[in-house]
């Protein structure tokens, strides 16, 4: 029998074995023709209990592989609290703009198909992260950056 375990917000995220096999996670797809379909993977007690192997073998490494992409990704998620504090509201395809280095950034490049043509508002925002397809998120997040700073010396920080 399993148990449902649950985060610190009361989300489920998992299930744990009674016989001590440890935590296991609950993955949502969908199947061929289209059903969701709920799969579970159990995982070893080591890895749900400390997060880090005690394997030397299987730690991560603590130094980040690219230092540059450090203080790109620092710089892109101060950005993301500073355009929350703008005076102003920017004008629509500046924050279409926003919306689509933001989702490049963070997502990579657009999925999926283009919503329904009665949809205004999600085919803007798809056409907007469409446009950036390609971009390498260290270039969207540079840009990202930069575009921030401009507003913020278009519309002022409260």
């Not at 016989?19 to 890895?47: F, N, Q």
């Not at 101060?78 to 629509?92: C, E, F, G, H, I």
């Not at 950034?105 to 390609?134: H, I, N, Q, Y």
């Not at 270039?139 to 575009?147: C, G, N, T």
Request: aromatic content about 8%; some cysteine.
């Amino acid at each position: 029998m399993a148990f449902a375990v649950a985060d610190a917000d009361g989300r489920d995220v998992g299930f744990d074995d009674e016989r001590g096999y440890g935590a296991g996670v609950i993955r949502a797809s969908r199947s061929a023709r289209g059903r969701k379909v709920r799969s579970r993977v159990l995982l070893p007690a080591w890895l749900r209990t400390s997060g880090n192997a005690p394997h030397r073998r299987f730690a991560r490494a603590e130094r980040p592989c690219h230092p540059a992409s450090v203080s790109t990704s620092a710089d892109f998620e101060a950005a993301q609290a500073r355009v929350k504090t703008l005076t102003s509201t920017p004008s629509p395809d500046e924050l279409l703009e926003l919306y689509a280095l933001f989702k490049q950034s963070t997502k990579g490049d657009v999925t999926g198909s283009r919503p329904g043509m009665l949809d205004f508002k999600g085919r803007a925002k798809f056409d907007a992260w469409e446009k950036k397809k390609g971009l390498a998120r260290d270039a969207a997040q540079k840009a990202y950056v930069e575009l921030v700073a401009k507003l913020e010396a278009r519309y002022g920080k409260a």
